[in-house]
């Protein structure tokens, strides 16, 4: 594959898979938590990468694509350890234990919770959360901006 292709094809991804997970929430009525927002910001940054780096020759902008593609697959791992209760999530979108609160502090606690949280798992196909799925996708993702800076003369 050409560069422009790679290129095209890692952008594209991301567009796609930031569509998808719109189409969760708008169409499938599933509100994404906190975790899930996170892993959106660089696939949009991801995006705006792969239109720069269509116009400009180099291999900077394709490593800063690999760099996005990674750091949603980060994000999407750890929500899935989240998910999984490997290990604790924000204190903001996660259930945990009560501890020493007086009940003045939990109704707090309860009242500031979101609505969804990070450690429930709304959606899953072959075994897999829609957050493992954007860690695999994305890690391919950045095999193909990784491609893109190699083609780079």
Known sequence: MTRKLLILAAAGG???????????????????????????WPHAAAILIGAL??????????LLG???ALTTAGIGIYHTGVENGWWPGPNTCT????GKLTPQELMDQIMAAPLVRCDDIPWQMLGLSMASWNAVASILLATLWILAARRTA
């Not at 991301?14 to 959106?40: D, I």
């Not at 780096?53 to 394709?62: K, Q, T």
């Not at 259930?95 to 009560?98: A, C, E, K, R, T």
């Open 14 to 40: 991301s567009l796609a898979l930031l569509l998808g997970a719109y189409g969760f929430q708008h169409l499938g009525g599933m509100a994404p938590c906190k975790l899930c927002l996170w892993q959106r």
């Open 53 to 62: 780096a269509l116009a400009l020759p180099g291999r900077l902008l394709p």
């Open 66 to 68: 690999a760099g996005a």
């Open 95 to 98: 259930s945990g234990p009560i």
